[in-house]
């Protein structure tokens, strides 16, 4: 999700769907510790809870960057231990760590003496590993570590041979593998990987504890709502024109326009005006003297569009 959970994305998903728990892009301890907190980890009081996603290899690097997430107001800590980015697995760290369980779980420990609860992310394996055992090992590293919550992508990572964004459609889905170990462990174990409807998002909540949504809840942000029960054009409708009033202080505070805007090119998918509010969204957004009567313009269109579309099928009946 790199270059796409940012403060402005979860802001919407937020006002989507109440209910959620959203996650931060990966981070590297390294990055908190010594980079630009305020760039990094700014978000807005609405986003809680909300959970920072930490990437790194080394337990001390971890337990700092931990103990700063606590002082910045997360609700909780994450390790991801399935990137499979070049720059990830240069620093030999994300899902190369499926190796590495007895080093996952120090991660994780030292993770915990931040005082917020951790979380671990983790793919099934990687390259020629046994899902089987390997995906055990490192579970039960995470859970002698005193974890809150795993939670696995149902892939494997190539991280020879396949690029990161082939690593999220080509490894074939094992959703019962992560159902065995959901059914071993009595700690919080969710599922991740190609989850992309209500309805298999319920299937999955059948079965495991909790359902992590990815592509699908930028690609199609409606979900999100229609998960909350408040998917109709009208209520997402609401959203949208809520982020007008976002964007403006936003952009009074010197912000740029297109970062505000990006994650509401998804949420009218379907509907008539769709396309042309993305075109809009896109091409004007980005423009110097952008501001929010971009988006504000870009939804009267839209209602208009949608009020003509009802009144030809109402002419049609």
């Not at 994450?78 to 070049?86: A, E, K, M, T």
């Not at 020629?128 to 005193?146: M, P, S």
């Not at 999100?224 to 202080?249: K, M, N, P, T, W």
Request: a negative charge; hydrophobic letters at 45%; charged letters at 25%.
């Amino acid at each position: 999700m790199m270059d796409w959970t940012d403060r402005h994305c979860r802001v919407v998903h937020r006002r989507l769907n109440p209910d959620l728990l959203l996650f931060t892009e990966m981070v590297t301890a390294k990055a908190v510790i010594f980079g630009d907190r305020a760039r990094l980890l700014d978000y807005d009081a609405e986003e809680h809870p909300l959970v920072l996603q930490l990437g790194g290899n080394d337990p001390r690097e971890l337990a700092e960057a931990s103990r700063i997430a606590a002082e910045w107001g997360y609700d909780e800590v994450n390790l991801n231990v399935g990137c499979p980015s070049d720059r990830v697995q240069g620093g030999a760290f994300g899902a190369c760590l499926m190796r590495e369980p007895e080093r996952v779980g120090d991660c994780l420990a030292a993770m915990g003496e931040g005082g917020l609860p951790v979380s671990l992310k983790c793919r099934l394996g990687v390259d020629d590993q046994d899902i089987e055992t390997a995906l055990d090992a490192v579970a039960d590293r995470a859970v002698a570590a005193g974890v809150s919550a795993i939670w696995v992508h149902a892939r494997k990572a190539w991280l020879e041979g396949l690029s990161p964004a082939q690593n999220r459609d080509i490894p074939p889905l094992d959703y019962g593998r992560v159902h065995r170990l959901h059914a071993r462990l009595s700690t919080f174990v969710g599922i991740n990987g190609g989850i992309g409807d209500a309805a298999a998002v319920a299937e999955q909540l059948a079965v495991v504890d909790g359902v992590m949504i990815g592509r699908a809840a930028y690609q199609r942000p409606g979900l999100l709502a229609e998960l909350a029960g408040r998917g109709a054009l009208a209520e997402r409708i609401a959203v949208a024109r809520s982020i007008v009033d976002y964007a403006a202080r936003w952009c009074d505070g010197g912000g740029r326009l297109a970062p505000v805007l990006k994650p509401l090119l998804g949420l009218f998918h379907g509907e008539p005006g769709a396309r042309q509010f993305r075109r809009t969204l896109s091409e004007e957004g980005h423009r110097a003297e952008a501001g929010p009567h971009v988006l504000a313009g870009a939804l009267d269109r839209l209602e208009d569009e949608a009020a003509r579309a009802a009144a030809r099928r109402a002419l049609a009946a």
